[in-house]
């Protein structure tokens, strides 16, 4: 026992010597054990715990508790501490103690997952080798020379910090540490059938490497006094002990996917899965002890249909992977895509996965790969000018690949995470850490000479100049290198250019470069011109990848920021080069996962070669909970007939098509918006002429796609009812379909195909539909993708002339209260038909309350009405009265009733021949206190002009404003107001409201406002 001056509070001790490590105030002293001699340690500061290297001339520690923590060396190659220094560092990788050396006296091994290299060279010692994957919180670290293996428990990080894998041993393989295995430690068993969790507190390799050795306690709450334990893991081959998977089979689609199955195996049992198949690899959970999660790859079969197994003790896995199919527009990739580019000279994409660990070279004409097996998971990949090579940058190497050979030619260990890589084709690579404060670094291919440059917030994503004797620097900062003699030398310095954003690509000839705002900068060798602004993606502020066509004379862009949480676009955006000005976009097609659709979103795009094809590798929404995640197509550049536009806040956008066919053309119409905006709403409205008289319009409102829906249904001699249904999404969608009656018997269920991108237009009574000629009722329908649907009602009237009115399409067993038909006109030659459909599996019973124009809480006529489940019912004033009469009316349903029907108010006008001559719809709305209308006035009033109708259930009068305002947007050009009375309803044409009398040639929005 020694007696010192200080408080040891934190020690590390030699064969020969005790250190007490300084605390805050600096007071450390060595102790020589032989002696009892204690030397002041004055040159030194903070240090918590340590540990001595194999040649015992440093110790090495951390300083838990300060910010930023560090890795500092203590030498004491006579015994005592002489002298302290730092790594070179600054809070650019996590550090914390303990730390633990490996066998061979190389690495250091810190608690907070980064790795450190220990050496007798200044020039690499406390550098960075490496991290944990998965970010590793170690408790205990040990190693194998043996066995090449390292194992390690976690532990929390902070004092307080709850973990709850702390009863788990991990296992790495050595030199990269990837995952090779776990362990689960055995509980105790309490009394009864009670079971205490343990918690890992230290782990050894036992001298033979032939078991592990555990110490554990038991969690606080087993009450024990005695509460240690050690446990011993063999590691001799595994023996059957009872493992099993949790399923028998397994069924996978023919590109191939990365899947999971579970086992199930006591804490005790140590097992090890095999794959009896090549096209079958397992990528993690194969060898360790206790339940746990197995997952394996199953490569793309261009075969017929084919069977193999994994193999764990006496249970197997049977996998059934699909034959080959028809190519479909979208190709599922069985891995997951961490960077990917394009090779023009093969015209194929290079890319890279993580688990398992490889690059591909990815033929989409022909769907087949080659593949070369990496070292760890990668985290980036360049490919030089000419094709040939590739660099593949992981945390803390990077390897030098031969794309011809489909080899790695070798595998260079550096100091530096590699976050980004450009491989220039001048005999170098250079590597770029994430993080800003930090170096770059030039590594030459021939000698594996690294040499570090001076690089703090100069960017961090490299693009090669199109001389290839400079590159660009993006990411929060932008500068510019000369990489002319090799070693990489700024030119620009920290450019006052707006930064990247992150990402930034060149143009095919070098002159633009793009950035991940949607900001675009002129390229230059002239100093004065490089790197100034040259115009913007607009509207796109926000861009994850851009790729141009000298050939085609544009840009394809994809919208989103790869740092966001949004998923991104799925669509590509076109751009002109000269002007940058927007053409048009293209819908990228879906994925097909378990027989459902989701969208597929946008992560890469790519001409190719000949630029008669744009390449785009995408990712499946996250509600597809797909393990492997990424697809890729092959998109024509050509844009249908699109018209670009733009409309302000509270404006609008009009087109009107020719009519000057000589036949009826039949389609459908999208509206697109950019990432970003807003969706807008719109509506169409046909105008039918006869001999160039106008006889009938109807408005058919943009819907949102559904995957159901019901509508009324009549067919008779001089009524039929017609749907047209498109298909957006870029697979076949199937639509089933049936007819219910007015007693509410349901017809026998049918079927039709609709093509990816398709439309069909039919009356229900022909083909796909096949309804009865003589029919009133309801149609119902619903789709295995979602589809855009809208209804027509056609009136021959007695003159044969065809009257169009729209019917809603309603949805399914949704529960509505009251509706409200703003309007019904009765009398003067008009009659209103109520059509009422129920869109529940339930009777409903209610009443239709009318409310005459004016009368304020004065309750006219009702009618009782009764909907079978799915049916529908449709009632008719009388029109005897010569006088015009406007009202509200309401859907009331009684109290046996918990939903009201919706519906329409169709509304006919016969002239004094009896001839009708006009039909127009309303649909039930529920109250709402602001609502934004097309309206339009022609220069003669009588010719066109817009009405409204607006009801009041309140009661007190309600004051309304309306305002107009152009389709330019902007503030209201024209305000106005009425009064609705209690429980009333006005109608009135736009020059009829107080502040509008003098409208006239008006084409805009009317917004009512209450």
Request: charged share 10%; proline share 5%; with cysteine.
């Amino acid at each position: 026992t020694f007696p010192i001056s200080v408080s040891a509070k934190s020690i590390t001790s030699s064969a020969t010597w005790i250190y007490v490590m300084p605390s805050y105030q600096g007071d450390s002293v060595s102790v020589e054990i032989a002696t009892g001699a204690v030397t002041p340690n004055k040159t030194v500061f903070y240090a918590s715990g340590g540990k001595v290297n194999a040649a015992v001339n440093a110790l090495y520690s951390t300083q838990d508790g300060l910010s930023p923590n560090k890795v500092s060396r203590f030498d004491i190659p006579t015994g005592p501490i002489t002298k302290q220094t730092y790594a070179p560092y600054h809070g650019d990788y996590p550090t914390c103690g303990p730390l633990f050396f490996s066998t061979d006296g190389s690495r250091i091994y810190t608690g907070c997952n980064a790795v450190f290299r220990a050496s007798t060279d200044p020039a690499l010692d406390m550098r960075y080798l490496t991290s944990f994957p998965g970010g590793l919180n170690a408790r205990s670290i040990t190693e194998s020379a043996l066995l090449k293996r390292v194992a390690a428990v976690t532990g929390p990080r902070y004092t307080g910090d709850t973990v709850t894998n702390d009863n788990i041993v991990y296992l790495y393989e050595y030199e990269h540490l990837n995952p090779a295995g776990q362990f689960t430690l055995t509980d105790l068993q309490g009394p009864g059938s009670r079971t205490i969790k343990v918690h890992a507190k230290w782990v050894f390799f036992d001298a033979g490497s032939t078991a592990l050795y555990v110490v554990v306690q038991a969690d606080l709450s087993s009450g024990l006094l005695n509460d240690f334990s050690v446990q011993t893991i063999s590691l001799a081959p595994a023996v059957a002990c009872g493992a099993s998977f949790n399923v028998s089979s397994a069924e996978v689609v023919a590109d191939g996917e990365i899947a999971t199955v579970g086992i199930s195996a006591a804490s005790s049992c140590r097992y090890e899965a095999v794959s009896t198949s090549p096209w079958i690899q397992i990528i993690s959970g194969g060898y360790g002890s206790g339940n746990g999660t197995l997952t394996y790859i199953v490569r793309a079969n261009s075969q017929d249909q084919r069977t193999g197994t994994i193999s764990v003790e006496g249970s197997s896995l049977t996998v059934t992977q699909a034959g080959v199919s028809s190519p479909r527009p979208l190709t599922r990739l069985p891995y997951n895509v961490v960077a990917a580019t394009y090779n023009k000279a093969i015209d194929k994409i290079i890319l890279i996965s993580a688990n398992p660990n490889e690059l591909h070279i990815y033929d989409l004409s022909t769907r087949s790969e080659q593949t070369v097996q990496l070292v760890m998971a990668p985290l980036c990949l360049s490919v030089s000018p000419d094709g040939n090579f590739a660099a593949v940058g992981y945390d803390g190497w990077v390897s030098y690949v031969d794309l011809q050979s489909m080899s790695i030619v070798e595998t260079v260990q550096v100091i530096t995470d590699v976050n980004s890589v450009l491989l220039a084709g001048n005999g170098y690579i250079y590597l770029f850490p994430k993080r800003d404060w930090s170096d770059i670094y030039s590594l030459e291919i021939s000698t594996s000479i690294l040499t570090a440059t001076g690089a703090i917030y100069q960017g961090r994503i490299p693009r090669l100049s199109s001389d290839g004797q400079s590159m660009y620097l993006g990411g929060s900062w932008f500068s510019k290198w000369s990489i002319s003699s090799g070693v990489a030398k700024p030119v620009t310095g920290n450019s006052a250019t707006p930064n990247s954003c992150g990402n930034l690509w060149l143009s095919e000839d070098g002159r633009r470069l793009f950035t991940a705002c949607g900001r675009v900068y002129r390229t230059s060798t002239v100093p004065s011109e490089d790197m100034q602004p040259n115009g913007a993606l607009s509207p796109n502020n926000s861009v994850r990848w851009v790729d141009e066509s000298l050939i085609q004379q544009s840009t394809a862009v994809i919208a989103g920021s790869p740092n966001s949480q949004e998923q991104g676009s799925t669509q590509i955006y076109l751009y002109g080069d000269a002007f940058l000005d927007y053409r048009g976009m293209l819908d990228l097609p879906s994925f097909n996962i378990s027989g459902k659709s989701y969208s597929g979103f946008g992560q890469y795009v790519f001409w190719n070669k000949d630029a008669s094809a744009l390449t785009v590798i995408e990712k499946v929404d996250t509600a597809a909970n797909a393990a492997s995640s990424y697809g890729v197509a092959s998109i024509s550049p050509t844009l249908e007939a699109q018209t670009p536009f733009t409309i302000f806040g509270r404006g609008g956008a009009s087109w009107t098509s020719l009519g000057a066919g000589a036949s009826t053309s039949v389609g459908s119409a999208r509206v697109k918006t950019l990432s970003g905006s807003g969706s807008p709403s719109g509506l169409a409205i046909f105008a039918s002429r006869q001999n160039g008289v106008l006889v009938s319009e109807a408005t058919v409102p943009a819907v949102t796609p559904v995957q159901s829906g019901r509508i009324f249904a009549e067919m008779g001699d001089s009524v039929d009812t017609g749907l047209a249904i498109g298909n957006p999404s870029a697979t076949a969608a199937k639509v089933t379909f049936y007819f219910t009656d007015q007693a509410g018997a349901n017809s026998a269920s049918a079927s039709t195909t609709i093509p990816a991108n398709g439309q069909i237009a039919a009356f229900l009574d022909q083909a796909p539909f096949n309804g009865l000629s003589s029919f009133m009722g309801t149609f119902t329908f619903s789709s295995d993708t979602p589809i855009a649907a809208v209804a027509l009602r056609g009136h021959s009237n007695e003159r044969s002339e065809l009257l169009w009115t729209t019917l809603p399409v309603l949805p399914l067993n949704y529960f509505f209260g009251p509706q409200i038909f703003p309007t019904a006109i009765d009398g003067g030659g008009w009659t209103t038909q109520f059509v009422l459909v129920n869109t529940t599996d339930s009777v409903l019973n209610g009443t239709l309350q009318f409310f005459p124009q004016g009368s304020p809480g004065a309750l006219g006529s009702s009618f009782n009405y009764s909907i079978p489940a799915r049916s529908s019912r449709k009632l008719m004033t009388t029109g005897s009265g010569t006088t015009l009469l406007a009202r509200a009316v309401r859907i009331v349903p009684d109290s046996r009733s918990f939903s009201a029907p919706l519906g329409i108010a169709i509304f006919s006008e016969t002239n004094a021949e009896g001839i009708t001559i006009s039909e127009a719809g309303v649909p039930a709305s529920s109250n709402i206190q602001q609502a934004v209308l097309y309206a339009q006035v022609s220069d003669d009033a009588s010719l066109m002009q817009t009405g409204v109708a607006i009801a009041s259930t309140s009661s007190t009068p309600t004051n309304v404003t309306l305002e107009l305002t152009t389709l330019g947007g902007g503030p209201p050009v024209l305000t106005g107001n009425v009064t609705v009375p209690a429980n009333g309803q006005i109608q009135m044409y736009l020059n009829q409201i107080r502040g509008f009398e003098n409208l006239k040639s008006f084409q805009g929005l009317l917004t009512i406002s209450a």
